[in-house]
């Protein structure tokens, strides 16, 4: 799962062995299809939620055993063949996304996390199931972790989000740090947060770091190029949270990325760790 547009999905990489790569690259191009479907470009909400059902028209092509008209889906539905994949977590994904169009803001943190169970865990129970992971305590730990991966993305894109129209902050949190969103906004538009932006942010950091480090025990439990994978995705999270920290929280002076130098730590750190 991703830290910011799935860009920490391990799809392609080296590490991977070769007969997982193709099921891999499937699953994303599915994933990232369907988020920029929901997420980029300027197209009218209606006509994303149409794409967004053509797609789960394919999906149900890939469940009836018929043909899906698009390629990506016939590759996707290959995949699915070859490694016994549940179709559970494909129509959660869309589902997330389809919230995505329509819904932009969330009361409380219980229904953020009823949006990382469908946008996020859905990824990492299918990177377990094709490499044929199926224990109960390691998909909760699998849940974990991506729902932690998902929270540190938001905190990254508050700025990037704002502009979107879109507040993944639960307004309960705000409300209780006595912010609301004008102060999102005139952060975003002056590059410098309102006094009580720190501690409000320092709570989120916590929570998602303590839900990261409860399931990060996964990455040494699973074996091989999977485990690997898996600590390197779970240190990078970790280093976003450190670098959130760091400055306070403060997303709008600049947003928090990794450079080569945490790379080579987190190499290191996943080699050592097994």
Known sequence: ???????????????????????????????????????????????????????????????????????????????????????????????????????????????????CRRSANPVGRLMLAIFGETDSRRVAMSDGICTALQLINFLQDVAVDWKKGRVYLPAEDLARFRLTEADIGAGAASGRPSPMWTP???????????????????????????????????????????????SGGDVFASRPVLNWKDWLYMIRRALLAR
């Open 1 to 115: 799962m991703s830290v910011g547009h799935y860009e920490n999905f391990p799809v392609g990489s080296l590490a991977l062995p070769r007969r997982m790569r193709k099921a891999v690259h499937a699953v994303y191009h599915f994933a990232r299809y369907a988020d920029d479907v929901a997420d980029e470009g300027e197209m009218a909400a209606a006509e994303r939620l149409a794409m967004l059902d053509e797609l789960r028209l394919e999906l149900d092509r890939v469940r009836d055993g018929v043909a899906p008209h698009m390629p990506m889906m016939a590759r996707l539905g290959e995949a699915i063949a070859a490694h016994d994949l549940p179709l559970e977590p494909f129509y959660d994904l869309l589902s997330a996304f389809s919230q995505d169009v329509v819904k932009t803001r969330y009361q409380n943190f219980a229904e953020l996390v009823d949006y």
């Open 200 to 246: 409000m942010m320092l709570f989120q950091i916590d929570r998602a770091r303590r839900m990261l480090q409860g399931g990060a025990p996964l990455g040494r439990q699973l074996p091989g190029r999977l485990g690997f994978e898996l600590r390197m995705i779970i240190l990078g999270g970790d280093r976003i949270l450190s670098r959130l920290h760091e």
